[in-house]
């Protein structure tokens, strides 16, 4: 949480996001996918990784931004979402379909065992596999499943990973959302801050001249965009403290 004076957002722990472990998974996956069954001569190609990419980039991207504003945050996520649910969901069920394969239903029994697989990282008491049967024991295998199985299995596996990982980041979505609306953004609580020192006793006094501080934005230089105390007396005192 943020201590209350700290007008910075809790921010970039995306590695710790369930959707970024997934959009990971489906980034290595697609990588080998792409490479067993598509040729590189073909945009396709190119197209898939490319936005498996974007979903994984957009995440790490979307959580660091989250330090200083919300709307920002939201708007990459959106765009991995995007990414993955809008461009790649399409391209593997275009793969299926144009090559006579079966695109499951979400409710078949296949997607469902498939989906419970991808939920956990890594499956140990797995019944022993049929001889020459590949078998997915988790989202840390969907790679090396997705180098083995046969096609149909193989971008199947992918759909259910992606539509995965879009559903995650739809939630995300929704509690950024909630969260801004409950306690705003980096300029709102900058705002709070500052009304909270102007009307209490924790405002510093000016080094040079002893006069209240007031807490100012830096408009240039290195520090641009972060907050410092400025003297009330400025500009005849230019007396400065950090925040
Ligand atoms: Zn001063």
Same mark, same amino acid.
């Given at each position: 949480?943020?201590?209350?004076? *700290?007008?910075?957002?809790?921010?970039?722990?995306?590695?710790?996001?369930?959707?970024?472990?997934? #959009?990971?998974?489906?980034?290595?996956?697609?990588?080998?996918?792409?490479?067993?069954?598509?040729?590189?001569?073909?945009?396709?190609?190119?197209?898939?990784? &490319?936005? #498996?990419?974007?979903?994984?980039?957009?995440?790490?991207?979307?959580?660091? #931004?989250?330090?200083?504003?919300?709307?920002?945050?939201?708007?990459?996520?959106?765009? #991995?979402?995007?990414?993955?649910? *809008?461009?790649?969901? +399409?391209?593997?069920?275009?793969?299926?379909? +144009?090559n006579g394969l079966r695109v499951w239903h979400k409710d078949s029994r296949e997607c469902r065992a498939m989906r419970d697989r991808l939920q956990q990282d890594f499956i140990e008491d797995l019944p022993a596999a049929k001889s020459g049967a590949v078998r997915l024991n988790g989202l840390a295998g969907l790679a090396e499943f997705v180098g083995k199985a046969a096609p149909e299995l193989a971008a199947?596996?992918?759909?259910?990973?992606?539509?995965?990982?879009?559903?995650?980041?739809? &939630?995300?979505?929704?509690?950024q959302a909630r969260e801004f609306t409950e306690k705003g953004g980096f300029t709102e609580n900058l705002y709070a801050t500052r009304k909270r020192t102007r009307d209490g006793a924790e405002t510093p006094a000016c080094p040079d001249c002893g006069k209240p501080m007031r807490q100012r934005i830096a408009k240039q230089g290195k520090q641009a965009g972060e907050a410092f105390w400025g003297c009330s007396g400025y500009p005849d005192c230019k007396g400065v403290r950090q925040v």
């Open positions: 949480m943020t201590p209350d004076n *700290d007008p910075l957002l809790p921010h970039g722990g995306y590695r710790h996001l369930r959707s970024y472990k997934v #959009a990971e998974a489906v980034y290595d996956a697609t990588v080998v996918f792409c490479r067993r069954f598509i040729p590189k001569s073909v945009r396709t190609h190119d197209q898939m990784v &490319q936005a #498996a990419r974007s979903g994984v980039r957009n995440i790490s991207e979307g959580s660091g #931004a989250a330090a200083t504003s919300r709307k920002s945050e939201m708007k990459l996520t959106n765009v #991995a979402r995007a990414s993955l649910n *809008d461009e790649l969901l +399409q391209d593997y069920e275009s793969f299926l379909r +144009q199947n596996a992918m759909l259910c990973a992606v539509h995965q990982a879009a559903y995650l980041l739809r &939630q995300q979505l929704r509690g």
